[in-house]
C-alpha cells in the first residue's frame, strides 16, 4: 500500500526512471514485505530550478542529480526495518543508475489504514 513520489530534474531516461521505480518498489517488497503488484508510483519531472536543495547537508554533498523519493504507508514498521529500506532503495539506485548515494533523498510518511481508498469510493484495509 505505498504510495511512491519520485521528483528529479527533467530530461533523465526511460530507462533511467524506470530504473529508480524499479529500486524502490524491489526495496520496499524486500524490506516492507510489499506485494509486487502493490505499485503505485508518480514521477515528477520538473525544470531544473524547480528543484531546491543545498550543495551539502549533514556534510552530505548534493549535486543537480538529487533525487527526491517520499514514501507514504501504512504505520508500522520498526526503526530498523525503515533503515533498511532507506539503506536498500540507495544501494539499488546507485547500481542502476549510477546515482550517487548521495545524491537520494527520502522522505517517510506513515498514516493509519483508515486513510487509503484504491478504488469504488471504499477503504478497503479497515472494511
Request: hydrophobic share 45%; charged share 25%; net charge negative.
Amino acid at each position: 500500500m505505498p504510495f511512491v513520489q519520485i521528483s528529479l530534474v527533467r530530461g533523465k531516461s526511460v530507462v533511467h526512471i524506470a530504473a529508480l521505480s524499479e529500486s524502490v518498489h524491489q526495496a520496499l517488497m524486500e524490506e516492507f514485505n510489499v506485494p509486487a503488484l502493490d505499485k503505485f508510483q508518480v514521477v515528477h519531472e520538473v525544470e531544473p530550478h524547480q528543484l531546491v536543495f543545498p550543495s551539502s547537508y549533514l556534510e552530505i554533498p548534493h549535486t543537480e542529480d538529487i533525487v527526491y523519493i517520499h514514501i507514504t504507508c501504512k504505520e508500522g514498521r520498526t526503526v530498523e526495518m525503515k533503515r533498511r529500506l532507506y539503506r536498500k532503495i540507495a544501494s539499488l539506485i546507485a547500481s542502476r543508475t549510477g546515482l550517487a548515494e548521495d545524491d537520494v533523498v527520502i522522505v517517510l510518511a506513515e498514516n493509519a489504514a483508515e486513510n487509503w481508498s484504491f478504488g469504488r469510493g471504499k477503504a478497503q484495509l479497515i472494511e
